[in-house]
């Protein structure tokens, strides 16, 4: 955050001496240490090279991004989000395309392209564990997670359908490359659901905030849950007693995009092409336990931190990516169906 | 001008009522009727959203789970403010100083903070399992949060001074020689308690509970946060609509059918209960003695009550205790008593510009909200008091619609509006939409006291030759300064609290101070809101020190 006053006041300096020159570009993101490890590994690394001063907000949310286009007051150049704002953002046309001419994505990994966002970096949902509750080795697959003889005590599990869905249906044995035409169909969303329902006696919290499963696998609560590795990862840091199983996981990517009518169009498209570089890209773990969208990160990478990343292709193997053209489609229904099993 | 009054009440009445219908008219029900609008679709005439909601079961299930949760939590409330209320109305003017402070603490820290300490205070590993196992009481863990009682405990805690400040004022005006005589007569605590009492404090817990249910309506984040699935609330579906999946249509469909409901429920209240009734035929008339003890001292049933009061307070206080010592904690994973101490997050919160802004951004925009809601609720109460009788519940209907409409709805409808003027990013127009919530508030709690006030003074004082602003300031403000500084209280809060207008109305230079706290809220909880809680309880800890130092030097 220092480093963000820093930008800002370096900004206000240049600013003031070469007014008419001056570049600049708006980031809005989600705050946190998310936006500082952005901060650290691609903004202030880009403004120094380039000399192009970036303001940052923050709370970008894709129904004030639609107010903005709609009523022609954008302050944001680039805007981050998960696929399903990325999806919805693309059906109200608020974000521009992105061409290979304007950045190309072609060293980027396949499940994790779009034509309208630049992937930033991935994340998995995976299962975390209290190695005190299970001191012979806990759950490594989804069907472990689901299995209550097995592996008994409490779970957490997101409040919301999506990932958690698509887990259901791999520990009830559908294989990774058929999750979605399954849960395409009515009877195969059916069986996921029962599946998600068989499991509800034993979930103590059913999560809506990803610091709350780390909260609870921390205090005992829970003695596993399901959630983002680089959040368990941070419980890891600061000696929680937390394992993670890396047996099975489902891949989502983050996106950075331009909306339409973005005032410094130019300044937005560099920085996305600076930030997609494989070098770039291999900085961002650094700071969190997120994992690069190209394998031409690796090696600039060292082993020990690559133990902490979700998309080594060695993890990608046994990886769904979350298909976030499904979810767009099926969003409301699924999440009213997903809510309504919840009710009891 | 000093005999007009008399001539045309009506007249103005009417002139007072205005600025109010106006600045509600402009900046409330234009925005929020524009949005409001597309619930029958964006482009051409549909109602499908509203045959879905008919249609899924899941919206039944949550419109019911949202009024049910609201009204235990009305009903909570009032229970639990009764004590406290006695225990305000019969301590030393000091004491009640104090008291007033802890009832208030609540709203001194962010929701966040509030559900993240009862959390750890209720969960099955946590503070009050431990002390009811360690006492031999239960030999499993109860199950508090994540479930209805999570819900309860949460939003009794941060609802229930909305019931205190208005019983508050009705306790004080009671006229002690009811109490006496009663005694004399030889009624009993219970009949005292059931046959004064209530009815003369029904205002006050009337105008309360009113503001409780309306506001339950609204809540999401402590539900999301201490409830289970079970306890999910419109006002999440709503919230989400909007910001996750942009269905717009849907969620304003859902907000329409919320608020029909919301007037439904107060229509057959009205009738069943007779509301009016009940507010105008309890009007205490103008005693100068105070609520207070009588010559004997408590009774029996004074001393139980003055010990539910002192068990509430502690309620009250004991999630805002284990702030201090969390807030001293080293790890970001939350923990009570932490393993180790460290001062990390107060470092941060020095030496992050954004915190000092955020709360110079938050008064700016909160002064607005105050004076411009005070004034403005508190002229609309005493002309709506004097225009026919036909027209009063309409307009009381209408000065109340702000707090039964979801803020997101406003917040969007007042960005699509507000944005093409490029006031966007000012803390004086966040202030202006603050007033929009906070303008109920002030006006139940004036319209409340203006009950109680007897007009015949008022008659007195203008045939005595006094002008009507000297009457006013004279006679009549004093008696409704009750009602008035609750609402200011009540106006301040709103501001203080919101975050979902300030996400759409601020931007990065006007951020308030619980949009800083809310920021990074989807992955991680950053203890430095702890740390910033901690500070701002100590701020007003120290205030309070202050004045009560300087009060007794005075005297």
């Keep these: ?344 | 001008m000093k005999t007009m009054p008399n001539m045309r009440p009506a007249f103005w009445a009417w002139v007072a009522v205005a600025p109010l219908l106006i600045f509600l008219g402009v900046l409330f029900f234009f925005p929020a009727l524009s949005l409001l609008g597309i619930s029958f679709g964006e482009d051409q005439l549909t109602f499908e959203h509203y045959l879905r909601i008919a249609d899924v079961p899941i919206y039944r299930r949550v419109l019911l789970n949202t009024f049910a949760i609201s009204a235990l939590v009305t009903l909570f409330c009032v229970i639990v403010s009764y004590p406290v209320a006695y225990l305000l109305a019969t301590v030393s003017p000091k004491v009640r100083k104090i008291l007033f402070i802890v009832v208030l603490l609540p709203f001194w820290t962010s929701a966040l903070v509030r559900t993240t300490a009862w959390i750890i205070l209720l969960q099955r590993k946590g503070v009050l399992n431990d002390l009811l196992t360690g006492a031999g009481l239960i030999d499993a863990p109860i199950a508090f949060v994540y479930n209805l009682s999570g819900v309860l405990i949460g939003m009794t805690h941060v609802l229930m001074p909305f019931v205190v400040l208005p019983l508050f004022a009705a306790f004080i005006n009671i006229d002690r020689t009811l109490v006496e005589a009663a005694e004399g007569l030889g009624a009993g605590p219970y009949s005292i308690g059931r046959r004064v009492i209530l009815p003369l404090t029904a205002p006050g817990v009337i105008a309360g509970a009113t503001i409780v249910f309306l506001n339950s309506i609204g809540y999401y984040i402590t539900p999301a946060l201490m409830g289970g699935p079970g306890q999910t609330m419109i006002a999440m579906l709503i919230a989400d609509n909007i910001n996750r999946d942009l269905n717009w249509s849907l969620a304003a469909a859902l907000s329409v059918v919320l608020l029909l409901c919301t007037v439904a429920i107060f229509v057959v209240f009205q009738r069943v209960f007779g509301l009016e009734r009940l507010l105008t035929g309890s009007a205490s008339r103008g005693s100068t003695a105070k609520f207070s003890i009588g010559n004997k001292g408590r009774t029996g049933g004074g001393w139980l009550t003055f010990a539910c009061g002192v068990a509430v307070l502690i309620f009250l206080i004991a999630p805002i205790l284990i702030v201090f010592p969390m807030s001293l904690g080293s790890s970001p994973f939350l923990s009570f008593p932490p393993e180790s101490y460290s001062l990390r997050w107060f470092e941060n919160l020095f030496e992050e510009a954004k915190w000092m802004r955020g709360v110079v951004n938050s008064l700016q925009a909160a002064g607005v909200a105050v004076s411009l809601s005070v004034v403005l609720g508190t002229l609309a109460a005493i002309g709506t008091m004097r225009v026919g009788r036909r027209m009063r519940p309409w307009l009381e209907t209408v000065f109340i619609l702000p707090m039964v409409i979801p803020v997101i709805i406003l917040s969007v409808g007042l960005f699509y509006m507000l944005a093409p003027l490029g006031v966007i990013g000012n803390p004086a127009t966040l202030g202006l939409a603050h007033s929009v919530l906070a303008v109920p508030y002030v006006f139940i709690t004036v319209r409340a006291s203006l009950v109680g006030f007897d007009r015949n003074l008022e008659l007195a004082a203008l045939n005595l030759g006094a002008s009507w602003p000297v009457m006013f300031r004279r006679v009549m403000l004093p008696a409704i300064m009750p009602g008035v500084a609750a609402g200011a209280v009540f106006a301040f809060i709103q501001s203080f609290d919101d975050v979902v207008l300030a996400l759409f109305l601020t931007n990065i230079r006007s951020r308030t101070l619980p949009r800083v706290m809310f920021e990074g809220m989807v992955h991680e909880i950053d203890p430095t809101i702890i740390a910033a809680s901690a500070m701002i309880i100590l701020l007003t800890l120290t205030l309070l020190a202050i004045n009560l130092l300087l009060s007794r030097r005075q005297s």
């Design chain 1, 1 to 344: 955050m220092k480093a963000i006053r820093t930008i800002l006041l370096a900004g206000a300096f240049a600013a003031g001496t070469c007014a008419a020159q001056a570049e600049e570009m708006v980031f809005a993101s989600w705050g946190g240490s998310y936006q500082e490890a952005i901060s650290k590994a691609w903004l202030q690394p880009f403004s120094e090279e380039t000399g192009i001063d970036i303001i940052q907000d923050t709370e970008p949310e894709v129904a004030r991004i639609k107010a903005m286009v709609e009523t022609n007051s954008l302050e944001w150049d680039v805007v981050t989000g998960g696929g399903s704002t990325l999806m919805r953002g693309v059906a109200y046309d608020l974000f521009e395309p992105i061409t290979a001419d304007m950045v190309d994505q072609s060293h980027v990994i396949e499940g994790a392209r779009n034509d309208y966002g630049v992937p930033s970096e991935i994340f998995s949902t995976v299962i975390g564990y209290s190695k005190d509750a299970f001191p012979d080795g806990g759950p490594r697959t989804f069907a472990d997670f689901f299995d209550v003889e097995k592996f008994p005590g409490m779970r957490a599990v997101p409040d919301r359908a999506a990932t958690v869905l698509e887990a259901a249906l791999l520990a009830d044995g559908v294989a990774p490359a058929d999750v979605y035409k399954v849960l395409d169909t009515e009877d195969g969303f059916q069986r996921a659901l029962d599946k998600v329902s068989s499991l509800r006696d034993h979930v103590a919290v059913w999560w809506s905030s990803g610091a709350q499963p780390v909260q609870a696998l921390g205090s005992g609560e829970v003695v596993m849950a399901l959630g983002w590795n680089g959040r368990f990862q941070a419980g890891m840091d600061e000696g929680l007693d937390i394992e993670m199983s890396w047996a099975e996981s489902i891949a989502q990517v983050g996106y950075f995009m331009i909306p339409r009518g973005a005032p410094n169009r130019d300044q937005a498209i560099r920085f996305l092409n600076y930030m997609v570089q494989p070098e770039a890209q291999s900085r961002f773990s650094e700071y969190v336990a997120y994992g690069p969208v190209t394998d031409q990160a690796w090696e600039f990478i060292d082993d020990e931190r690559q133990a902490r990343l979700p998309s080594t292709p060695e993890r990608l193997k046994n990886a769904i990516f979350m298909d976030i053209a499904w979810w767009a489609d099926n969003a409301t229904a699924a999440s009213e169906k997903y809510r309504q099993m919840l009710q009891k």
